[in-house]
């Protein structure tokens, strides 16, 4: 980035340029972490993973006993 450039933006909001350039800086990972955390599907494959979700199914002994350790660990308010 441009010093001049940070600067004139910094003054334009009215602080300091290193405050600019670390929001700058922040904002712009943010975006590459969102961008990252994102899963696109193609249409078929968007259709076979909503009909898996909604297709009911028996919990399997390993989800009983996840369930069971989070119920333990839980503390509820």
Do not use: C
């Amino acid at each position: 980035m441009n010093g001049l450039l940070a600067e004139a933006a910094a003054d334009l909001m009215g602080i300091e340029t290193s405050a600019f350039v670390v929001m700058s800086a922040y904002a712009r990972a943010q975006e590459l972490l969102s961008s990252r955390q994102q899963t696109l599907l193609h249409q078929g494959d968007h259709q076979a993973l909503l009909a898996a979700l909604d297709k009911a199914s028996t919990p399997t002994p390993a989800l009983l006993e996840a369930w069971q350790l989070h119920q333990n660990q839980v503390v509820r308010s």
